[in-house]
């Protein structure tokens, strides 16, 4: 997939997000908000690729497209070399680091699991938030 495909897939997973959260569909609204910001950032990921492609041929890098196929979140800010950003803004806005907080938990696995009302509630409205959310973060970022 390229960058654009991914951004679509991210927007639309989040739109998914809320219409299931309207529809006190908490388990689903969950797992697609988690899956949003997945697929934000695996944009980021093309983006670091993209500036420098020698990454996927650096000897330390060995493994760099294999590590790329995770869902694991906190792996694919490491991917996309957003540690550090995430880091000073989540200090300088404590509500973006709370979201943050919240969205570092969700697992592709959530799609096998029962979600309450509060868990979903508090992963969606985590993502999209113009102001603190995490996907328009990563948006500015992709």
């Avoid at 957003?82 to 697992?107: C, F, H, I, M, Y």
């Amino acid at each position: 997939m390229n960058r654009a495909a991914w951004q679509q897939l991210a927007e639309e997973r989040i739109r998914d997000a809320e219409a299931l959260l309207n529809a006190q569909r908490w388990s689903g609204a969950y797992y697609l908000a988690g899956y949003a910001v997945e697929c934000g950032l695996k944009s980021c990921i093309l983006v670091r690729v993209a500036a420098s492609p020698e990454i996927l041929f650096e000897e330390q890098n060995k493994r760099f497209s294999t590590n790329c196929w995770t869902h694991d979140i906190e792996d694919l800010v490491r991917l996309a070399d957003l540690e550090a950003v995430r880091a000073l803004e989540t200090t300088a806005n404590p509500l973006l680091g709370w979201n943050w907080q919240v969205v570092k938990d969700w697992s592709e696995k959530s799609r096998y699991e029962i979600k309450s009302q509060v868990q979903a509630e508090d992963l969606v409205y985590a993502v999209p938030d113009r102001a603190i959310g995490v996907l328009p973060w990563i948006m500015a970022r992709w």
